[in-house]
């Protein structure tokens, strides 16, 4: 599977949109890329994945590059329940099997008030 | 849809007991999996099946058994304890089919080995 690498951490103002990137250089033509996010103490929650195209759906938007070597997920309105740490993760189109989500150490959005 | 429920929340345990945590889930997912999240890391795979009466193992086994017996239960048992396994261990399912790789995690089972 191919590696991603984001930021560490990002700050965000309320009510601002967020926007946090992922490299993910080595991506095979047949590999999605999915955004989770965990808030603190809780387990993980999807957010949105995609493979070439933008997305868009209640949580967030997810571009990707034309040569899909990098996305950014953004967060149109960020209030502070977004505050997590956001992973950017990337997995092959399931053809029958799920696949083992592989957790690096996302980046922590903290949105300030 | 209760979705995914994790039993006990909180366990303390002693070096060399054992112990099942519980998970189920009620959304008729096939897949269903184990990590566990050591202080200021990313999740790690245990293990992880693929429907009833199939499973297998992920990047950190040892020291751990899965069975799979019915669809909605995936219990992970402890055999014996060891203070390494200090731990918060989250339970995952998931649909199995083309795309369809939303995994739904549940709340997590914070465990102390002393």
């Known amino acids: 599977d191919a590696k991603t690498t984001q930021p560490t951490s990002m700050d965000c103002a309320e009510g601002r949109a967020a926007n946090l990137p992922c490299n993910h250089s080595?991506?095979?033509?047949?590999?999605?890329v999915y955004w989770y996010r965990q808030i603190h103490s809780q387990g993980p929650q999807y957010i949105i994945h995609?493979?070439?195209n933008n997305e868009t759906n209640e949580m967030a938007s997810l571009i990707i590059t034309e040569d899909r070597k990098s996305s950014t997920l953004i967060l149109p309105h960020a209030t502070l329940r977004d505050t997590a740490v956001y992973y950017c993760?990337?997995?092959?189109?399931?053809?029958?099997?799920?696949?083992?989500?592989?957790f690096g150490s996302g980046t922590q959005l903290t949105v300030l008030p | 849809n209760a979705g995914v429920t994790q039993t006990p929340k909180f366990q303390v345990l002693k070096t060399g007991q054992s112990m099942t945590l519980q998970c189920a889930q009620d959304?008729?997912?096939?897949?269903m999996s184990w990590y566990r999240q050591d202080p200021g890391m990313g999740l790690r795979l245990i293990h992880y099946?693929?429907?009833?009466?199939?499973?297998d193992q992920g990047e950190v086994p040892n020291g751990y058994n899965v069975s799979r017996s019915t669809t909605e239960d995936f219990p992970l048992r402890l055999l014996s304890a060891a203070p390494s396994q200090t731990s918060v261990y989250f339970c995952?399912?998931?649909?199995?089919?083309?795309?369809?790789?939303?995994?739904?995690f549940g709340p997590g089972t914070r465990l102390t080995v002393l």
């Open positions: 995952a399912s998931s649909y199995v089919g083309q795309g369809k790789n939303e995994q739904f």
């Open positions: 080595t991506i095979s033509g047949n590999e999605y």
């Open positions: 995609g493979l070439k």
């Open positions: 993760i990337v997995l092959p189109f399931s053809s029958g099997s799920a696949r083992q989500l592989t």
């Open positions: 959304m008729n997912h096939e897949y």
């Open positions: 099946s693929v429907g009833a009466g199939i499973t």
